[in-house]
T-cell receptor, first 117, second 115 residues
Framework: AQTVTQSQPEMSVQEAETVTLSCTYD???????LFWYKQPPSRQMILVIR??????QNATENRFSVNFQKAAKSFSLKISDSQLGDTAMYFC??????????????FGKGTLLTVNP | DAGVIQSPRHEVTEMGQEVTLRCKPI?????LFWYRQTMMRGLELLIY????????DSGMPEDRFSAKMPNASFSTLKIQPSEPRDSAVYFC?????????????FGPGTRLTVL
């Protein structure tokens, strides 16, 4: 079974600064997908960024980027130029590439990020 | 597109009562997931349907929980009888076959409180 660990329950950052959220995972699979989801106080789960394990290039989406280290099974999220609207719970998630049968997401426990003005 | 629709958004009930949560997936999506979020256990998958057929129900906690998907546009999660430990936020998510990166789109969730 896969496990996802987020070792930072809470973090804070000043507006406009950069912050990195950590995520490690454990799997015996070679092909899989990794995701970061954001959950603001509205409770809505929003996909922030995704990475396919076979791609060596780190994914980027505007101010959001990842550092994917496959050998180390690490998938950290970097938020640049932090904005007040980035305040949310952030979840790291894993999905194995199952060849069409099971698309279950396994989530970490989350990191509560607070952006301070 | 309206996104994944869940109802009700909030439900307060008393222990022993039957609770039914509803979900309408995004049109054209053929996979549907029910997740539960609690402080203690985080987000966990309860059950997953593909083309209206249950594929993985290993996360369903016990026989008090049941889920159905009678057609491609509707699913229910029922708890009977409900217990205080069932209090949680229940999310429904859907996915389109062949969709990019296997992305799942989440509904707004139903906050259930069992007194």
């Amino acid at each position: 079974a896969q496990t996802v660990t987020q070792s930072q329950p809470e973090m804070s950052v000043q507006e406009a600064e950069t912050v990195t959220l950590s995520c490690t995972y454990d799997t015996s699979e070679s092909n899989y997908y990794l995701f970061w989801y954001k959950q603001p106080p509205s409770r809505q789960m929003i996909l922030v960024i995704r990475q396919e394990a076979y791609k060596q290039q780190n994914a980027t989406e505007n101010r959001f980027s990842v550092n994917f280290q496959k050998a180390a099974k690490s998938f950290s999220l970097k938020i640049s130029d932090s904005q007040l609207g980035d305040t949310a719970m952030y979840f790291c998630a894993f999905m194995k590439e199952s060849g069409g049968s099971n698309y279950k997401l396994t989530f970490g426990k989350g990191t509560l990020l607070t952006v301070n003005p | 597109d309206a996104g994944v629709i869940q109802s009700p958004r909030h439900e307060v009930t008393e222990m022993g009562q039957e609770v039914t949560l509803r979900c309408k997936p995004i049109s054209g999506h053929n996979s549907l997931f029910w997740y539960r979020q609690t402080m203690m256990r985080g987000l966990e998958l309860l059950i997953y349907f593909n083309n209206n057929v249950p594929i993985d129900d290993s996360g369903m906690p016990e026989d008090r929980f049941s889920a159905k998907m009678p057609n491609a546009s509707f699913s229910t999660l029922k708890i009977q009888p409900s217990e205080p430990r069932d209090s949680a936020v229940y999310f429904c998510a859907s996915r389109r076959a062949g969709g990019s990166y296997n992305e799942q789109f989440f509904g707004p969730g139903t906050r259930l409180t069992v007194l």
